[in-house]
């Protein structure tokens, strides 16, 4: 089992759609969680930690469960833009320093 | 800031010949990592450095792999030789500390290796 899995994908959306992506880890003890965006040839770049109490920013809302011990990363009123691979990050206590990251969710926002 | 520096953006060799690529951090930051990326693997963690000192590199490959950061601004990573299966996007990334920080990439190299 991986140590983060998450939806492979790919998922096609028209513009205005919500759209909803989870992300599971294995360990209990994990500290940080992240979503990351790559486009297409590009780097990863961040999107938006994930706290505890959940957190939103603008069209995008992050949630932890640790109970279940998955993220959830929401996007409403999708746009054209929003079309992307969006990656699950995690950090784990043993590796100090280094994230796991999933294999990533393909997004499509259609016209 | 310039945010991370990688060099060269593409490069294009021929099997057996030995490749560098090149990194250097956003100022500041105490940890490096080298990610190589394909199609069928996905993004994988070479190695990481924190402070200029290796802490993991149980990721890269094999021993035609081999990576340094001889100081805080600049670190390299090579392969010799080369071979076909090598071809990828490599992305260098730092974070300010372990754990609960996030990683800023560069921009990549992508190697091709014929």
């Known amino acids: 089992r991986k140590e983060v899995e998450q939806d492979p994908g790919p998922f096609n959306v028209p513009e205005g759609a919500t759209v909803a992506f989870n992300c599971t880890y294995s360990n209990s003890a994990s500290q940080s969680f992240f979503w990351y965006r790559q486009d297409c040839r590009k780097e990863p770049k961040l999107l938006m930690s994930v706290y505890s109490s959940g957190n939103e920013d603008g069209r995008f809302t992050a949630q932890l469960n640790r109970a279940s011990q998955y993220i959830s990363l929401l996007i409403r009123d999708s746009k054209l833009s929003d079309s992307a691979t969006y990656l699950c990050v995690v950090n784990l206590p043993r590796d100090a320093g280094k994230s796991t990251f999933g294999d990533g969710t393909t997004l499509t926002v259609k016209p | 800031d310039a945010g991370v520096i990688q060099s060269p953006r593409h490069e294009v060799t021929e099997m057996g010949q030995e490749v560098t690529l090149r990194c250097k951090p956003i100022?500041?930051?105490?940890?490096l990592f080298w990610y190589r990326q394909t199609m069928m693997r996905g993004l994988e963690l070479l190695i990481y450095?924190?402070?200029?000192?290796?802490?993991?590199d149980s990721g890269m490959p094999e021993d035609r792999f081999s990576a340094k950061m001889p100081n805080a601004s600049f670190s390299t990573l090579k392969i010799q030789p080369s071979e076909p299966r090598d071809s990828a996007v490599y992305f260098c990334a730092s974070s300010l500390a372990g754990g609960v920080y996030e990683q800023y990439f560069g921009p990549g190299t992508r190697l091709t290796v014929t």
């Open positions: 450095f924190n402070n200029n000192v290796p802490i993991d």
């Open positions: 100022s500041g930051h105490d940890y």
